[in-house]
């Protein structure tokens, strides 16, 4: 089993909302990624977990809140996104974090309006 | 920079081989990655190929590597309509100590026309 996944697969919300996005993995991966990716464009890293523990923050604004309850679970906390937070946002998760190949959910379709 | 070149956009007719060609940055990258992505759909790996060879064959996939050059390369043999999608190439990219992250090329559109 392969298979990374993701919910909801689209979400619509306004900037004063509050919402969470939900990732899930049970290939025994110890290592979990959010990606933000804009049309026609390649995805970006947000954060990296390892072990359950944030690994890399690329300077990711504060309205967005990674969390990763347990090995299996990476959530991502939203709260007064802006428009131009609208995106493709995708999980990905890799046996450790030292180069293994990683595997990606299907993305959540979000809207800011 | 961190920039991994690719061309945007190549279409081949159905049954012909394609090509995609991805130009990447970092010497040390221990492997390399080629990525598929349907429309509306996440990112789904294809194949890689560790730095110290120069090919890699995967059934209807030849990955060729010339790390002189710094050139990464995808063939896929009889393309399909279903071979449609954009095609992403990485490189890992050393972030300290273990730790390593994904620097993806700014993909290739293929089209494949029946």
């Known amino acids: 089993d392969t298979e990374v996944t993701q919910t909801p697969k689209h979400l619509v919300m306004g900037m004063t909302n509050k919402k969470s996005l939900k990732c899930e993995q049970h290939m025994g991966h110890r290592a979990m990624y959010w990606y933000k990716q804009k049309a026609k464009k390649p995805p970006e890293l947000m954060f990296v977990y390892s072990y359950e523990k944030l690994s890399i923050n690329e300077s990711v604004p504060s309205r967005f809140s990674p969390e990763c309850p347990n090995s299996s679970l990476l959530n991502l906390h939203l709260h007064a996104l802006q428009p131009e937070d609208s995106a493709l946002y995708l999980c990905?998760?890799?046996?450790?974090?030292?180069?293994?190949?990683?595997?990606f959910g299907p993305g959540t379709r979000l809207t800011v309006t | 920079g961190e920039d991994v070149e690719q061309s945007l956009f190549l279409s081949v007719r159905e049954g012909d081989s394609s090509v995609i060609n991805c130009t990447y940055t970092?010497?040390?990258?221990?492997?390399l990655y080629w990525y598929k992505q349907e429309p509306g759909a996440g990112l789904q790996l294809l194949t890689y190929i560790f730095s110290n060879m120069d090919m890699k064959q995967d059934q209807r996939l030849t990955v060729l590597l010339n790390k002189k050059d710094k050139h990464l390369s995808l063939r896929i043999a009889d393309t399909q309509t279903g071979d449609s999608a954009i095609y992403f190439c990485?490189?890992?990219?050393?972030?300290?100590?273990?730790?390593?992250?994904?620097?993806f090329g700014t993909g290739t559109l293929l089209a494949v026309q029946p």
């Open positions: 990905a998760s890799s046996q450790e974090v030292g180069g293994y190949e990683q595997y």
């Open positions: 990485a490189e890992t990219l050393n972030y300290g100590g273990a730790t390593n992250k994904l620097i």
């Open positions: 970092d010497s040390s990258s221990t492997y």
